[in-house]
């Protein structure tokens, strides 16, 4: 069956750390493949997106992905962290099935930032 | 639009009772979507519309939930005899077409059924 794996429930990090938050998937074929951001309150926004091409993906807010097709992941990095970053994050797949796209998200991972 | 709007942005209701929900999709996007999350959850897809073809319902839980959209524009999800369970934020989305186009996503109406 597809599914999307976020095995990390909760991370806590120090502002100025690294991050790094995991996504695998399980499909035959490469997927679209998203993450998202959702803040308190607020909806979800598109942080990057991967359809094809170059493996390493920029996105908004400092943030990049790579795809590892050998390992079905597409795991989500932020060099630095800020206390602003602190939310729940989404990795999301969309295969193709039956000539619609719908989107499968994984359980999400919440991030705290620890001053 | 600016950005796709739901409304009510919270609703409380008694068991049994009916509820609607509301969404408003950014203009020229033909494509909606409807998600359910529970708390501490994943979204959970429900329904998804794209332009005058048939919906895809495959993802609503039961026959109490429904939902309609006229045309490109504004859709609403209708749950019937509401249960304790249905509880949950539920959010809409919209995107240009269903082609794997980024989904822009409304804030959600959080509906608590007592």
């Known amino acids: 069956a597809q599914s999307v794996t976020q095995p990390d429930i909760h991370i806590t990090v120090s502002e100025g750390a690294s991050l790094e938050l995991r996504c695998n998937y399980s499909?035959?074929?490469?997927?679209?493949l998203f993450w998202y951001v959702q803040s308190p309150g607020q909806g979800l926004q598109l942080l990057l997106k991967?359809?094809?091409?170059?493996?390493l993906v920029q996105g908004i807010k400092g943030f990049e992905a790579e795809f590892k097709r050998s390992q079905s992941s597409f795991n989500l990095r932020k060099p630095s962290v800020h206390w602003s970053d602190a939310a729940e994050y989404f990795c999301a797949v969309a295969p193709f099935t039956s000539g619609t796209y719908k989107y499968i998200f994984g359980t999400g991972t919440r991030l705290k930032v620890l001053a | 639009g600016a950005g796709v709007s739901q409304s009510p942005s919270n609703k409380v209701t008694e068991k049994g009772k009916d509820v609607e929900l509301r969404c408003d999709p950014i203009?020229?996007?033909?494509?909606l979507y409807w998600y359910r999350q529970r708390l501490g959850q994943g979204l959970e897809f429900l329904i998804y519309?794209?332009?005058?073809?048939?919906?895809?319902k495959s993802g609503l839980p039961s026959d109490r939930f429904s939902a309609e959209r006229t045309g490109e524009s504004v859709s609403t999800l209708t749950i019937q005899r509401t249960q304790q369970e249905d509880s949950a934020v539920y959010l809409c989305?919209?995107?240009?077409?269903?082609?794997?186009?980024?989904?822009?996503f409304g804030p959600g109406t959080r509906l608590l059924v007592l």
């Open positions: 203009s020229g996007h033909t494509a």
């Open positions: 991967y359809f094809s091409g170059d493996t």
């Open positions: 519309f794209q332009g005058n073809s048939a919906p895809d």
């Open positions: 989305a919209s995107s240009l077409s269903g082609n794997a186009e980024t989904q822009y």
């Open positions: 499909y035959g074929a490469t997927p679209y």
